[in-house]
């Protein structure tokens, strides 16, 4: 069933854009709240950091590599009963989020542990030397400092959650990815495939612009 | 504020732990810094200045030993109780360390936001401090909107936030340029006077300990070589220190009648011309000069005696005068 007209690919267009900004958006929200803290504990208890636990640190860092050694299609497929145990089901946009943040989580962990470790020690010191608790350390000089860089990673993590969603067809779905597959591959329909391309390529470019302009706001306060 | 803290360094050891070797940075420490004094410690970089100064405030923890503040054995306390001591104790650093994402005014609320005070108290209290390191109207500034002397005031500011006994000062002047340098120097004095702060500041910089400070250590190679009041440094002839301090005197031939001659305070000030009196002619003046030392004026001068002058009849002169004379 190729689109007929004008108005039934926009149809197409549109449905599918909502998948895939229902998927990035939630993953991305899921890969936020536990990415954060991961990449901060992954630096508080570095060897070399204010809480040092090197051997939890190694489990930790170990768990992450594992996560980030899969391909995004394997890890899809891999954790489908786990997938199925959280969302109810391993089909369609929902349970897609699943494998989008497990995928996205242990990177976007490194993104916030490098962010952190950006952070000037000396800046630290400065709060330690106060007589700061390690709430303020995190939040009075680790958070703010780090600011920028987080606010960087978290486009570049959305952008990577929009290119893994393109596979989240292979366990139903849908999104822009998806469509592309099945029209512009599946059927040489160019029209859908440019359409597509193009709609993700707006996409990306919103969401990066959107992320520079917040970074360059907060740089120049600075 | 229980103001002029003395400061008891007792058997205060570093050992660092390199590739299984314990290497000394501090090999045995004992120093005595006055309360309401400034205090410098000088030494090349690798002396262990900094590793001793940061176990002041345990941003290292020592290895063995005792650090005395008052009554309080820093070396000695436990992570709450470390904390809650911190807070008598400000430091400011080298390369500042201010917050980025934090306005002037906001960083130096910081020590005061962790002590707890109450939103109104802080920024009275902030304004206060702005006033006091001279940048009044300038706390919604951030720090890359301020000058290299400019951000030492507010790390000064932020340092004395929570009304801390004592203040360390890593190189606090060593980043700034040389007027800015004096400024700054300048600010360190105004505040021990008015707030009775103890300051220890370590500096690789013998002027700043010349202009500032009532006392100084020297420190080679994690030791201690000497300690004392900058007037008895200046004042003891085998003191380094002391040599460092005086202005420097040109080579001579060793005759037998070249003498160099030392004083501190007024009884030097017309020794030239009371020895001139004494002898009936006078000595010649070689080399030499008169510094400001820890507030006082100590001379250190170079002379030639005429052919018949008496030797023990100068020296029992300059004796009277409470002069220092040695033949060179």
Same mark, same amino acid.
């Given at each position: 069933?190729?689109?007929?007209?004008?108005?039934?690919?926009?149809?197409?267009?549109?449905?599918?854009?909502?998948?895939?900004?229902?998927?990035?958006?939630?993953?991305?929200?899921?890969?936020?709240?536990?990415?954060?803290?991961?990449?901060?504990?992954?630096?508080?208890?570095?060897?070399?950091?204010?809480?040092?636990?090197?051997?939890?640190?190694?489990?930790?860092?170990?768990?992450?590599?594992?996560?980030?050694?899969?391909?995004?299609?394997?890890?899809?497929?891999?954790?489908?009963?786990?997938?199925?145990?959280?969302?109810?089901?391993?089909?369609?946009?929902?349970?897609?989020?699943?494998?989008?943040?497990?995928?996205?989580?242990?990177?976007?962990?490194?993104?916030?542990?490098?962010?952190? $470790?950006? #952070?000037?020690?000396?800046?630290?010191?400065?709060?330690?030397?106060?007589?700061?608790?390690?709430?303020?350390? #995190?939040?009075?000089?680790?958070?703010?400092?780090?600011?920028?860089?987080?606010?960087?990673?978290?486009?570049?993590?959305?952008?990577?959650? #929009?290119?893994?969603?393109?596979?989240?067809?292979?366990?139903?779905?849908?999104?822009?990815?998806?469509?592309?597959?099945?029209?512009?591959?599946?059927?040489?329909?160019?029209?859908?495939?440019?359409?597509?391309?193009?709609?993700?390529?707006?996409?990306?470019?919103?969401?990066?612009?959107?992320?520079?302009?917040?970074?360059?706001?907060?740089?120049?306060?600075? | 504020?229980?103001? $002029?803290?003395?400061?008891?360094?007792?058997?205060?050891?570093?050992?660092?732990?390199?590739?299984?070797?314990?290497?000394?940075?501090?090999?045995?420490?004992?120093?005595?810094?006055?309360?309401?004094?400034?205090?410098?410690?000088?030494?090349?970089?690798?002396?262990?200045?900094?590793?001793? /100064?940061?176990?002041?405030?345990?941003?290292?923890? &020592?290895?063995?030993?005792? /650090?005395?503040?008052?009554?309080?054995?820093?070396?000695?306390?436990?992570?709450?109780?470390?904390?809650?001591?911190?807070?008598?104790?400000?430091?400011?650093?080298?390369?500042?360390?201010?917050?980025?994402?934090?306005?002037?005014?906001?960083?130096?609320?910081?020590?005061?936001?962790?002590?707890?005070?109450?939103? &109104?108290?802080?920024?009275?209290?902030?304004?206060?401090?702005?006033?006091?390191?001279?940048?009044?109207? $300038?706390?919604?500034?951030?720090?890359?909107?301020?000058?290299?002397?400019?951000?030492?005031?507010?790390?000064?500011?932020?340092?004395?936030?929570?009304?801390?006994?004592?203040?360390?000062?890593?190189?606090?002047?060593?980043?700034?340029?040389?007027?800015?340098?004096?400024?700054?120097?300048?600010?360190?004095?105004?505040?021990?006077?008015?707030?009775?702060?103890?300051?220890?500041?370590?500096?690789?910089?013998?002027?700043?300990?010349?202009?500032?400070?009532?006392?100084?250590?020297?420190?080679?190679?994690?030791?201690?070589?000497?300690?004392?009041?900058?007037?008895?440094?200046?004042?003891?002839?085998?003191?380094?220190?002391?040599?460092?301090?005086?202005?420097?005197?040109?080579?001579?031939?060793?005759?037998?009648?070249?003498?160099?001659?030392?004083?501190?305070?007024?009884?030097?000030?017309?020794?030239?011309?009371?020895?001139?009196?004494?002898?009936?002619?006078? &000595?010649?003046?070689?080399?030499?000069?008169?510094?400001?030392?820890?507030?006082?004026?100590?001379?250190?001068?170079?002379?030639?005696?005429?052919?018949?002058?008496?030797?023990?009849?100068?020296?029992?002169?300059?004796?009277?005068?409470?002069?220092?004379?040695?033949?060179?």
């Amino acid at each position: 069933m190729n689109p007929e007209s004008f108005s039934e690919l926009l149809d197409l267009l549109w449905g599918a854009s909502l998948e895939t900004l229902y998927m990035v958006a939630l993953s991305g929200f899921v890969t936020l709240m536990a990415g954060l803290p991961a990449g901060l504990a992954l630096y508080l208890i570095d060897g070399d950091g204010p809480l040092p636990r090197p051997r939890l640190h190694r489990v930790l860092s170990t768990i992450v590599n594992i996560g980030r050694s899969l391909p995004f299609v394997v890890l899809l497929i891999a954790i489908i009963p786990l997938t199925r145990l959280i969302a109810g089901t391993s089909l369609g946009s929902t349970a897609a989020i699943v494998p989008l943040s497990l995928g996205s989580i242990p990177f976007f962990a490194r993104v916030v542990e490098a962010a952190l $470790r950006e #952070v000037d020690k000396g800046r630290i010191e400065a709060v330690q030397a106060m007589g700061g608790t390690l709430r303020h350390l #995190v939040f009075m000089v680790l958070l703010p400092e780090a600011l920028p860089a987080l606010l960087s990673g978290v486009t570049l993590t959305l952008v990577m959650l #929009v290119g893994y969603s393109a596979l989240a067809g292979v366990v139903g779905g849908g999104g822009l990815g998806d469509l592309a597959i099945r029209y512009g591959y599946l059927r040489f329909n160019t029209e859908v495939m440019v359409a597509t391309v193009v709609v993700l390529i707006v996409l990306v470019q919103a969401n990066q612009l959107a992320g520079d302009w917040a970074v360059r706001r907060l740089a120049h306060r600075r | 504020m229980t103001a $002029r803290q003395p400061i008891r360094i007792q058997g205060l050891r570093k050992d660092y732990n390199q590739a299984g070797r314990l290497v000394p940075a501090l090999d045995g420490i004992d120093l005595d810094i006055q309360g309401g004094a400034i205090f410098g410690i000088l030494g090349r970089s690798g002396a262990g200045k900094t590793t001793l /100064i940061r176990c002041l405030n345990r941003l290292e923890t &020592p290895s063995a030993g005792r /650090i005395l503040l008052g009554e309080t054995d820093l070396a000695a306390l436990g992570p709450v109780e470390l904390r809650r001591q911190r807070r008598r104790i400000g430091m400011i650093f080298q390369h500042f360390h201010l917050l980025h994402s934090r306005t002037a005014a906001e960083n130096i609320a910081a020590p005061l936001e962790i002590a707890g005070v109450t939103k &109104p108290e802080r920024q009275k209290r902030v304004d206060e401090l702005l006033e006091l390191v001279g940048l009044a109207g $300038r706390g919604k500034a951030y720090p890359s909107q301020l000058s290299g002397g400019q951000k030492q005031r507010v790390g000064i500011a932020r340092a004395l936030a929570a009304d801390p006994d004592v203040l360390l000062s890593d190189e606090a002047t060593s980043a700034l340029d040389a007027e800015t340098t004096a400024q700054i120097l300048d600010l360190l004095r105004d505040v021990n006077r008015r707030l009775g702060v103890t300051i220890v500041l370590i500096t690789h910089e013998l002027s700043v300990v010349k202009s500032i400070c009532d006392g100084a250590a020297l420190l080679e190679g994690g030791r201690l070589v000497e300690a004392g009041a900058l007037r008895d440094l200046v004042a003891d002839p085998s003191s380094r220190l002391g040599q460092w301090l005086l202005p420097a005197l040109p080579e001579v031939p060793s005759d037998g009648r070249h003498l160099e001659l030392r004083y501190g305070g007024r009884g030097g000030d017309t020794i030239l011309s009371d020895l001139t009196l004494h002898l009936g002619q006078s &000595p010649a003046l070689l080399g030499g000069g008169v510094e400001q030392v820890a507030g006082t004026s100590v001379g250190r001068l170079l002379i030639r005696l005429p052919h018949d002058a008496d030797l023990d009849s100068v020296f029992a002169f300059l004796g009277t005068r409470g002069v220092w004379a040695v033949v060179r």
